[in-house]
């Protein structure tokens, strides 16, 4: 069972550059997400999706887009990387609705450095 | 504006005594909250949960108490051990306990042998 898978793992990027962070689960789960980690500032919520088909922003959504197009996979695109832009990227998903066992699963994360 | 707040950035211990985290928030809408355990270069992992009708949740060596008047929360680990040393993550999430969660800066845990 591989629950929620990142790639790549690593990247660097020239300012100005657009890449992708891809997300997959296999759990079935209803709800994705990506947050980024800063020093000290904990993981801040970037963009959400309740479904396919359906996505929202967060706390700190500039920068990023995002689609769904099956429940699997949720991919987010830098469209002109800035350096503000260095971060650990998680992508999380779970059932809507949480308790009684659910729970929010991370994947492991992926260290982008914009230079 | 920081809902959630862990205001200890670290915390040291000796293996086998109390380990306490705490956790402060400022929505009275959160009504689910969750802390997660954090190793370097891993992905965040669920350790407890509690829903804001209780006051405690207990799971083996970890217990989350939940103070809603107060708006705190703490977990507790009991005894702790150097396997434990990560950041803990309190998390926070609101009405209808969807997946979008608020997280507290984290505190760093060292349980020293």
């Known amino acids: 069972n591989a629950g929620v898978t990142q790639t790549p793992k690593f990247q660097v990027l020239k300012t100005g550059q657009s890449m992708t962070l891809q997300c997959a689960q296999d759990m079935n789960h209803e709800y994705m997400s990506w947050y980024r980690q800063d020093p000290g500032m904990g993981l801040r919520l970037i963009h959400y999706s309740v479904g396919a088909g359906i996505t929202d922003q967060g706390e700190v959504p500039n920068g990023y887009n995002v689609s769904r197009s099956t429940t699997e996979d949720f991919p987010l695109r830098l469209l002109s990387a800035a350096p503000s832009q260095t971060s650990v990227y998680f992508c999380?998903?779970?059932?809507?609705?949480?308790?009684?066992?659910?729970?929010?699963?991370f994947g492991e994360g992926s260290w982008l450095t914009v230079v | 504006d920081q809902q959630v707040k862990q205001n200890s950035p670290s915390l040291s211990v000796q293996e086998g005594r109390i380990s306490i985290l705490n956790c402060d928030y400022t929505?009275?809408?959160?009504?689910?909250f969750l802390w997660y355990k954090k190793y370097p270069a891993e992905g965040p992992t669920f350790l407890i949960s509690i829903s804001s009708i209780k006051d405690k949740n207990e799971d083996g060596r970890f217990t989350v108490f939940l103070n809603k008047s107060a708006k705190h929360l703490s977990l507790h680990i009991v005894p702790s051990q150097p396997g434990d040393s990560a950041v803990y993550f309190c998390a926070a999430s609101g009405a209808s306990n969807t997946g979008k969660l608020i997280f507290g800066q984290g505190t760093t845990l060292q349980v020293k042998p």
């Open positions: 999380a998903s779970s059932y809507s609705l949480l308790g009684s066992g659910n729970t929010i699963y």
């Open positions: 929505n009275s809408m959160f009504d689910y």
